[in-house]
């Protein structure tokens, strides 16, 4: 049975009060092992041992070094890049394949955030005669870091790599659905010579332990991917006590297909982009707004994709593999359920494979075609593999699509029309827009966040780095 502990100040523990959270493998419905289940008293341990770390140990090793020990962190991740892929595939059921994929995007984040620990500097700033202004980035101390179970090793990458980096000691609270290959990827951290107390994982229900994090005296910063129900509340006991916060949230992205687009370049990435994952992506491109020249063709041509997808247990390594929980899947079924009391019809499925085990969350992928704006299936994050496909007339008809829902995280265009590429890109309510592709593998460079419901804040890249730290401003009068 496999176990997975609270990990504080560089050793595994059991919850304080002994409680623990079954663990279910989504490809087949069956318990597997067991996690550790944190509660306030782990939160306040790890937060404590976390101080004790940043004033005594981590904000007095150098930018460089910091570094160094993320660069070997890296290593050792493609090391045990097998060991990992397979902890998180069981974990998620997610296809094995995709799960490898994480593990590469986890240790390239560690490799960026590393090579960018001495990189990030203030500025000297012109001033009044006599004077010399400078700015200190520096860091918040501790901060929090609250992960869903979509992409642990990925958000976890992105979100603890950058705060690592800028110098700050965290808490995570990694989602009660997955989070072995953190609880592993804490042990490798402690291996590359992360001193103890840096880095503390502390899994638990979002109600228990997410909860006790996000409302702690002492967090000084706190990271929140997850749902924007979720988010809302977060954010809301951060402001209690005045403390920053950065969202990301859910989206409903739109791809904007015009009649120019290369038809051929975008059906395998409009398709992708729904499926991956099994739709539970924040940035998947769940609906696809098409020229109506050219309507009939794309959704014949999705048609005939989606037919032949096919979904199976994380190690069969197909299209797609289980949805993440019983819950989840019950959310996709409600789903399709009031598309069918709106009369909306399915214009193709793919399958779910005879010998995928019957007490797996399997969902085959679902297209709708002809979805009005107003249907709950258009305005809603879903998070499963299901497809939304609408018409547009013109530019302005495009826009006003694309933009009328809740949420703005990521965009796709496709379309030949270079000051068209330009013109939308400006206009469209979202945080990344990508122009003939989508998602950009990844792009751990790449900054990331959401605007509207979607959230705020930036994380990947180099911006993320600037969230991580606050900025100190010293004016010296020395005439
Ligand atoms: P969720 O909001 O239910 O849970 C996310 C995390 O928050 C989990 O660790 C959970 O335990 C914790 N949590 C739950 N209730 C809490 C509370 N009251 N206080 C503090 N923490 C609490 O979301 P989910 O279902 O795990 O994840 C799916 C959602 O995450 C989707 O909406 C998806 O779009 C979003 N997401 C966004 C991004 C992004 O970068 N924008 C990335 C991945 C997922």
């Given amino acids: 049975m ?24 989504p490809s087949d419905g069956v318990s597997f092992g067991r996690l550790a289940r944190g ?37 050792l991740v493609t090391q045990d890049a097998a060991q990992l892929a397979s902890l998180e595939a069981r974990d998620t059921g997610k296809p094995i394949s995709q799960a490898r994929a994480d593990v590469v995007a986890l240790a390239r984040y560690f490799e960026f955030y590393a090579g960018a620990c001495d990189k990030l500097h203030g500025q000297t700033l012109p001033y009044a005669e006599g004077y010399t202004v400078l700015t200190l980035r520096e860091p918040h101390g501790v901060t929090g870091h609250i992960i869903p ?4 090793m990925q958000i976890f990458g992105r979100s603890v790599g950058a705060a690592l980096a800028a110098g700050n000691c965290c808490v ?55 749902s924007t129900a979720t988010g809302k509340l977060v954010a809301q006991a951060c402001a209690l006590r ?45 609906r696809v707004l098409v020229q109506d020249t050219i309507a009939d063709r794309l959704i014949e041509a999705l048609a005939h994709r989606f037919c032949a997808l096919r979904a199976g247990p994380s190690s069969a390594d197909l299209d797609l593999g289980p949805l993440v929980s019983r819950k989840q899947q019950q959310v996709v079924w409600d789903f399709l359920s009031a598309a069918q009391r709106e009369g909306l019809e399915v214009a193709a499925q793919g399958s779910v494979v005879d010998d995928a085990p019957e007490q797996g969350f399997y969902q085959a ?11 709950r299936l258009t305005q809603s994050e879903i998070f499963g593999p299901v497809l939304v496909v609408q018409r547009f007339t013109d530019e302005a008809d495009a826009l006003r699509l694309a933009n009328d829902t809740p949420y703005g995280l990521v965009a796709g265009l496709w379309t030949r029309d270079g000051a068209r590429q330009l013109r939308l890109a400006k206009q469209l ?24 419901g979607s959230g705020y804040g930036r994380e990947k890249g180099f911006e993320a780095l600037y969230g991580f730290t606050q900025l100190k401003t010293i004016a010296i009068r020395h005439g």
């Fill in 365 to 375: 992928p679902v297209l709708f075609a002809d979805v009005p704006q107003s249907s």
């Fill in 172 to 226: 995570v609270k990694p989602a009660e659905d997955a989070c072995l290959s953190l609880l592993r990827v804490a042990a490798l951290a402690s291996e590359a010579g992360l001193p103890d107390g840096v880095l503390n994982l502390v899994p638990g229900l979002g109600i228990e332990a997410g909860a006790a994090l996000a409302a702690h005296p002492d967090i000084q910063h706190l990271s929140f991917t997850g």
């Fill in 149 to 152: 179970w979509n992409y642990p």
């Fill in 39 to 75: 509660k306030a008293a782990d939160i306040d341990a790890a937060v404590s041992a976390a101080h004790d770390a940043f004033k005594n140990r981590w904000q007095r090793v150098s930018a460089v070094e910091r570094g160094r020990v993320m660069t070997r962190l890296a290593t």
């Fill in 242 to 286: 005045a403390s920053p916060v950065t969202l990301e949230l859910g989206g409903k992205s739109p791809q904007l297909v015009f009649e120019d687009a290369d038809l051929d370049a975008a059906l395998p990435v409009l398709v992708n982009a729904v499926i991956q994952n099994a739709g539970q992506t924040c940035s998947a491109g769940s």
């Fill in 429 to 452: 309510h979202s945080g990344q827009v990508f122009i003939n592709n989508y998602g950009a593998g990844g792009g751990v460079e790449l900054p990331f966040g959401g605007v509207k």
């Fill in 2 to 25: 496999q176990e997975g502990l609270c990990w504080i100040n560089g050793h595994a523990r059991t919850a304080v009060d002994g409680g623990w959270i079954d663990n279910v493998d």
